[in-house]
């Protein structure tokens, strides 16, 4: 408690200090925590780079103030992007967190943007509940509920009427699962099996092995952004394509960034997202046009989030002057 009380203490006197520290800089920080190692890798490549072709299409002027961005890598270990929001909150005074590439990451800081009253703008990290955590968080990724809703409304009705669920076993699969699960039920479908793999690590040859032996017409998945590829891998290893499985996923699993490497199995394959690469609006092919003038990758669901969230930052800042 003691501690807890010292740690507000810290954090109220900071905030104050970054008030008058901002009045008097002409440059403006923030803070951005992105997982650039790690299993979660790919995903702090993408919002690095969007926000990095944000700043270059943009300028990096706000209100008459030299934008800085200070990127820190927190390898997706949510210990560490706490402790990483309190340095860029105190040393730094950041006027703004943002990133954020895995639930348990957003939920860890959210009492560090509410104890600071900095905002926090969530790019990446996709559990429902996480913009309740602080008053402080607004989010320009997506919820996995509005994907598997959309797969449920869909499945039920293109033949598929018996399935088995796979998801990650932490916050958006839990999501995914039961928002999937519940619409398929409305809808008259049969779920027989759900089946979950651990975050860290995970084998898919067991669970895929159930899934095959409980004889449905499809597979629905949701795995978080750089696990879609290997997955995809073990499905087709383990004969489900074959066995007339069809394979049904949020777009999370067919991500942008490994899709062109997952080979013939990805064919077929039918997803509901809230972004894809493909999408043949003028702006995103601007948008893909210039992220692939910069860099040797195509940008995923996960760029958006973030060239959305520099946007949404500028702006308030703008705004609010
Ligand atoms: C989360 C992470 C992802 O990589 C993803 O694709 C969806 C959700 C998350 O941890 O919230």
């Given amino acids: ?49 969007a926000i990095k ?11 008459g103030k030299k934008v800085e961005v200070i990127v820190k890598d927190d390898a997706g270990v949510a210990d560490t992007s706490r402790r990483l929001a309190q340095e860029l909150v ?21 009492p560090i943007a509410t104890q600071s009253k900095t905002p926090m703008v969530v790019m990446a990290a996709a559990t ?3 913009t309740e955590a602080s008053p402080y968080i607004v989010r320009t990724s997506f919820t996995l509920p509005q994907a598997a809703v959309a797969m449920g409304e869909w ?5 598929i009427k018996k399935v088995v669920t796979l998801v990650a076993d932490y ?18 479908a049969q779920v027989l099996e759900k089946l979950r793999t651990p975050l860290r690590a995970p084998d898919f040859a067991p669970v895929l092995q159930k899934a095959r032996d409980a004889k449905p017409d499809a597979i629905f998945v949701f795995l978080p952004s750089g696990q879609g590829a290997q997955f995809m891998k073990q499905f087709a290893e383990r ?27 990805a064919l077929g394959v039918v997803n509901a ?39 949404v930052i500028v702006n308030a800042l703008n705004t609010t002057k």
């Avoid at 200090?17 to 190692?37: C, F």
């Avoid at 499945?155 to 033949?159: D, F, L, V």
């Avoid at 999937?180 to 008259?188: E, I, P, T, V, Y």
């Fill in 1 to 49: 408690m003691i501690t807890r009380r010292h740690h507000l203490a810290v954090l109220a006197a900071a905030t104050v200090a970054a008030g008058s520290a901002l009045a008097q800089s002409d440059t403006v920080k923030i803070g951005v925590i992105l997982p650039m190692t790690g299993q979660q890798a790919s995903t702090g490549k993408q919002i690095d780079a």
């Fill in 53 to 63: 072709l944000w700043l270059a299409q943009n300028g990096n002027k706000v209100a």
């Fill in 90 to 110: 105190v040393n730094d005074k950041v006027v703004a967190l943002a990133g954020f590439g895995l639930t348990p990451i957003a939920l860890a800081t959210a």
């Fill in 128 to 130: 429902s509940s996480i």
């Fill in 155 to 159: 499945a039920p009705k293109n033949g």
């Fill in 171 to 188: 916050g958006p699969g839990n999501d995914a699962e039961k928002y999937f699960a519940d619409r398929m039920q409305l809808n008259g």
């Fill in 239 to 265: 004969g489900l394509d074959k066995a007339g499985i069809k394979l049904i996923a949020t777009g999370d699993v067919t991500d942008d960034d490994q899709l062109a490497d997952m080979g013939d199995v």
């Fill in 273 to 311: 997202h809230h972004y894809s690469a493909a999408h043949p609006s003028a702006m995103n092919k601007k948008f893909v046009a210039e992220f692939q003038a910069l860099n040797k990758f195509r940008p995923n669901f996960m760029a958006m989030g973030g060239w959305d969230g520099m946007r």
